[in-house]
């Protein structure tokens, strides 16, 4: 059987909030691990610089990073699974929304100087 890309119907935005979001579990002082096995909290989301942000070792458009700031994004996440809202303070990404391929990571995640 074939893998089908994006079986939720995730729209474009919250793929793209969803791809942010478990850069940022990932990364010291932004996300931790847990509450539940596979799990990863992010509760430190980075601030602007122009008109991008920093990811770690990324550089993200602003435009793909506005679901990181969008309380219906969040909650559209936690309906399907992926994630429990705590807005604004913190998300956390469940084992399912940690796993899930959004296809966008080559995309949106540039590395290099600006």
Do not use: C
Not at 5 to 18: A, D, G, I, V
């Amino acid at each position: 059987m074939p893998n089908k890309q994006n079986p939720l119907k995730l729209n474009p935005l919250q793929l793209r909030t969803l791809t942010l979001l478990q850069a940022l579990a990932h990364i010291p002082g932004a996300g931790e691990s847990g509450p539940a096995e596979g799990e990863h909290t992010v509760r430190h989301f980075p601030g602007r610089h122009a008109d991008h942000f920093h990811v770690g070792e990324f550089v993200v458009s602003g435009s793909d990073a506005t679901g990181l700031f969008n309380e219906a994004v969040w909650n559209a996440l936690s309906r399907k699974g992926l994630a429990r809202s705590a807005w604004p303070d913190a998300i956390t990404l469940t084992a399912g929304g940690v796993a899930y391929d959004t296809g966008l990571a080559g995309e949106i995640l540039h590395t290099g100087n600006h």
